[in-house]
């Protein structure tokens, strides 16, 4: 049964989280009509191929113009740039939210410009696929996986509570959360386990010079999940790096400590300590299962080799 939050919803941004937030929404009937706005005329030109979107609009301006609730779908570093494009073509009453992985830094640039009178109510859907662009998006991502709203000082309890129920209505479970511990839990959940993975993949392409490409033509499971991480969109991770460098840096920090400890462990041939490791992490992994974010299937549930 259809169940319509807004009347009308701006997603500025077309690309993976934009697209499948639109076909969430259609699936849902969670809104009127949604508009949408990206700065290129090649995926303006896509969305309209494809029907992503009820209108494509070659404004940001006119993108949000009458929207009920407008939705920044661009790299964190854009954030800012795109929210002076469309403060003034805001709707009364209206609420601004954001889907960026970073949200001190969201808040820090987009907060100052919103206008008075309208609602700004950051975001985060913790969901997302190494792909990007129009084409890459589809409308069960948000399926059973979180999506963290961050409510800003002042934040309008009625603006939140309805973005709750738009992001329900696309499939996911919503937690609210401030941004500081946001960015922290990011750090160590998503944020260093891409450097890491960016980083075995820089070290493994160094090493297929000496190797002869074996790296590659034998990959195994491990090696070829980074790289399937290390695939994900250059700009949008360099942005979070840029904007979340305290809790990054923090994380790393701990990381290369707990590195030398195993590192040592291996030269001096200390097993318990490598043991003992293992079961910890092997735990975790149980808990993520358990607490139903990803499959037991073996190699990740997929079907072919
Ligand atoms: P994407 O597929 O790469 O799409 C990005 C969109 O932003 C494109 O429409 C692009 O326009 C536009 N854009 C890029 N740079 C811009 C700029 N400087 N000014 C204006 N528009 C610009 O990205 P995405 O994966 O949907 O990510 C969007 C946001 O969601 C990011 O803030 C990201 O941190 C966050 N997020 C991503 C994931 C994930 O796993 N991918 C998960 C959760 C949250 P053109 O197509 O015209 O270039």
């Not at 479970?173 to 993949?201: F, Q």
Request: charged share 25%; aromatic share 6%; glycine share 10%.
């Amino acid at each position: 049964m259809s169940q319509q939050v807004y009347q009308r919803v701006a997603l500025i941004g077309l690309g993976l989280i934009a697209s499948s937030m639109f076909w969430a929404i259609k699936r849902g009937g969670l809104v009127g009509e949604v508009t949408g706005y990206a700065r290129s005329a090649e995926t303006r030109d896509t969305a309209r191929r494809i029907g992503l979107c009820d209108r494509v609009c070659d404004s940001a301006a006119e993108a949000v113009e009458g929207a009920d609730l407008v939705v920044l779908c661009v790299p964190v570093g854009a954030m800012g740039p795109v929210m002076e494009q469309i403060r003034d073509a805001l709707k009364p009453g209206a609420t601004v939210s954001d889907v960026g992985s970073v949200k001190g830094h969201v808040i820090d640039v987009v907060a100052p410009l919103i206008p008075e009178g309208v609602h700004f109510v950051p975001a985060h859907p913790l969901a997302g696929t190494e792909h990007s662009g129009p084409e890459s998006g589809f409308a069960e991502l948000f399926d059973n996986r979180w999506s963290l709203l961050v409510p800003v000082e002042g934040s309008d309890p009625q603006a939140v509570a309805r973005l709750r129920a738009l992001w329900e209505g696309m499939g996911a479970h919503v937690d609210e959360m401030d941004a500081d511990h946001h960015d922290l839990v990011l750090a160590v959940t998503s944020h260093a386990p891409h450097l890491i993975a960016y980083t075995m993949v820089g070290v493994a392409d160094d090493l297929r010079r000496v190797t002869d490409s074996e790296v590659i033509k034998y990959s195994a499971a491990g090696f070829r999940d980074f790289t399937r991480i290390a695939a994900s969109d250059p700009t949008m991770w360099r942005d979070v790096f840029l904007t979340n460098k305290e809790a990054t840096l923090e994380i790393l920090g701990r990381f290369t400590e707990e590195l030398f400890a195993l590192q040592r462990a291996i030269r001096t041939g200390d097993g318990d300590h490598l043991h003992d490791y293992f079961t910890r992490t092997r735990a975790i992994r149980r808990g993520i299962i358990e607490a139903g974010q990803d499959t037991a299937a073996p190699n990740f549930g997929r079907t072919s080799e």
